[in-house]
């Protein structure tokens, strides 16, 4: 999935990724946008807020992080 590093709140290796997906009503044909955040792993712990992001999904790393960061976008 392709998202938005929009937070880091722990000073490691998490970061909080924002996606952004398009989704069409089937009952008015419209477009709407829905979003959804993730903790995701960064191990180097070089990208900060505002980075475009690929994430893959991994094997869980903590309670809530199961995704890791593949490369910038």
């Given at each position: 999935m392709i998202g938005m590093?929009?937070?880091?709140?722990?000073q490691k290796e998490t970061?909080?990724?924002?996606?952004v997906r398009k989704k069409t009503n089937k009952k008015y044909r419209r477009s709407?946008?829905?979003?959804?955040r993730?903790?995701?792993?960064?191990?180097t712990n070089i990208f900060q807020v505002g980075t475009r992001v690929?994430?893959?999904s991994c094997a869980p790393i903590s309670k809530y992080k199961s995704w890791f960061i593949a490369r910038q976008l």
């Open positions: 590093v929009v937070g880091c709140p722990m970061k909080v990724v924002l996606v709407i946008l829905r979003t959804k993730y903790l995701v792993s960064d191990k690929l994430i893959k």
